[in-house]
């Protein structure tokens, strides 16, 4: 599956400096987001749901993917492109079962032997990390800073590809790209922006030199 996978946007409203989810999503839409990722971790289903509709139209618009975090049953009600797992959620297989075979199913790992069994499972994409230090996300320690060598051991052992997440800014982006992801995730870099179409594009353009560094 040909997933772009340079910029990849996850949502979070309390980080959105009192925006709605849906306008930061336009303006990352404006300044070229790849790929939207509807997180709203601290929402009620019902919450991310109607938050999800409108984000589903901005993107379906745009012709740019969108990705449910962990909700498989979100993912389907809205009819979004796949969805995004982690540790504790369904497994690849089920997500495929429930989504169809052209969903796009992605998974998180931290590790080489996580990627691989993620890859093995038939994941289409990973998001690797917590590469930098972060506080969107609660992490276990050996999942935080897994630094950009471990970016380069996980591109030498899969061939799906994958974006680097956590405390990535277009100050740090291109060294994740150089050390071999096809992209960066971000939620701050974004989401906080003043601008979040701009952001968006310095850190597309922070990929790129990554890209051409290697």
């Known amino acids: 599956m040909n997933i772009p996978m340079g910029t990849y946007l996850v949502t979070q409203?309390?980080?959105?400096?009192?925006?709605?989810?849906?306008?930061?999503?336009r303006a990352a839409v404006d300044g070229g987001v790849d790929v939207v990722q509807l997180r709203e971790k601290h929402a009620s289903a019902r919450e991310r749901y109607e938050i999800g509709h409108e984000v589903r139209a901005v993107t379906a618009d745009a012709g740019?993917?969108?990705?449910?975090?962990d909700r498989v049953d979100i993912a389907a009600a809205i009819d979004a492109d796949g969805v995004h797992l982690g540790d504790d959620d369904v497994p690849v297989s089920v997500a495929r079962e429930q989504l169809g075979d052209d969903a796009i199913v992605g998974r998180s790992v931290s590790t080489v032997a996580g990627a691989r069994a993620a890859a093995e499972a038939g994941a289409d994409y990973l998001g690797v990390g917590a590469v930098f230090a972060t506080d969107t996300k609660d992490t276990d320690p050996e999942q935080s800073e897994i630094g950009t060598e471990r970016v380069s051991a996980i591109a030498d052992a899969v061939s799906i590809p994958f974006v680097g997440i956590g405390g990535v800014t277009p100050d740090n982006a291109a060294d994740v790209v150089a050390a071999g992801a096809d992209g960066v995730a971000v939620v701050s870099a974004i989401t906080a922006a003043d601008d979040p179409a701009d952001a968006t594009r310095h850190l597309a353009d922070s990929v790129a030199a990554g890209r051409d560094s290697r």
């Open 13 to 25: 409203s309390d980080r959105s400096a009192g925006r709605s989810t849906p306008d930061v999503v």
């Open 64 to 69: 740019v993917p969108l990705v449910v975090n």
